[in-house]
């Protein structure tokens, strides 16, 4: 925290230097007056991305759409945007901006600009737009879903005129971009007070913005163990999407446009959950893919269904701890030998020999030793 807002203000300094003036704007302030660890940098300048480019000629430019650079300081990324549209002054930046929390900036020296009474609102733990709320929402009808994910993150509550105004502009969130409802739900799943954010959003019947709307009577409503909402990126994810969803969650996959990594990971969840394995399969899974997703795995089945009892986090890393092997380079029978044997000379086999040595020593049907594993194969090949 501390450092990366050292390194935050020496952008500032440098670019002072050059006769621009910058802010450290948005969540870094609110969060440094919260005593919360920042998730990332912003300033904001007075300058063109052009003349920003010429102070940070090594910079990175991640997108055109609003001209920011990623600037290096130190060990530190740090994200330098131009002035909002239109905006002259840091005061003019900041009213365009979405909450009141994050309508602030600090200048060179560290001092708090706050022309719209963020610490107030901090500290009465509530949500506000800078300027009328009904026009902040029509204009970016994703604040709906911010002001929900600060609600989770932050523990705060809308103030009564945003809520009417986010209930009223909720509706243009079918124009809203999916990629970007989905990054703030991503957020609004890591927050503390998830659950009561999900709530309220369906409350609001915000669920049917969402790709494919859902039906009143989805899963979502019903769900006895919905308190304890599970934490982690995918394994929220999985649950949402099957609270929304249902049996077509898999399909939803898309819809959502995860990335590939994000798609494969929810996917695998999904298939899983409704599936009783034998504790073989159990011990394949934790071999194949590690503690970390198998008991992911079973934070779903406990959300799901309320009287099962699985293996906690730490069980299943001693169990993965004791299994024979953790890798097929770790078995007693290299691939060489195998191709060796008479019985599997010049067969194009191998790969399936060494899934089957490997399933078989993780199960304990045969010690990983070589001549215990050329035994088995033996006795295999001849039967
Ligand atoms: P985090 O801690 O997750 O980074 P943040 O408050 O910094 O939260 P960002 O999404 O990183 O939020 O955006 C940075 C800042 O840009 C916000 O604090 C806010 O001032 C402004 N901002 C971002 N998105 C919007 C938006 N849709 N409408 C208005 N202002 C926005
Ligand atoms: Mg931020």
Redesign the pocket.
Known sequence: GQQTWEEALLVIKTLRKTGITAYI????V??RLMNRA???M?IAAAATTEELSVVFPNAVKPSEKFGTLLVKSGNSIVEVTPFREGAKTIEEDLK????TC??MAADARGAVIDPFNGQKDIRKKVLRTPESAERAFFL?P??VI?AFR?SA?LGFSLDPEAERAAEAAAAGLSHTAVERIRDEIT?LLEGKKRLSALENMRELRLFSYFPEAVRTGSPFFHHPTLVQFPAGAKVSWAALLYALYGRKSLDMLNGWRFSNQARKQCRWLLERVDVSASPDTWRQWLYYFGPKQVSDLEKLKQWKYFTYRGRTCAEWKKTWEALPIHSRQELALPPKSIASMPAYEGTAKIGQVIAFLEQAVVNEKVENSEHKLLAYLEEMYDE
């Open positions: 704007v948005g969540g870094a609110r969060d920042p998730s990332d912003d365009q901006r979405d909450f994050n309508a970016d994703l604040r911010r600060f993150v957020k």
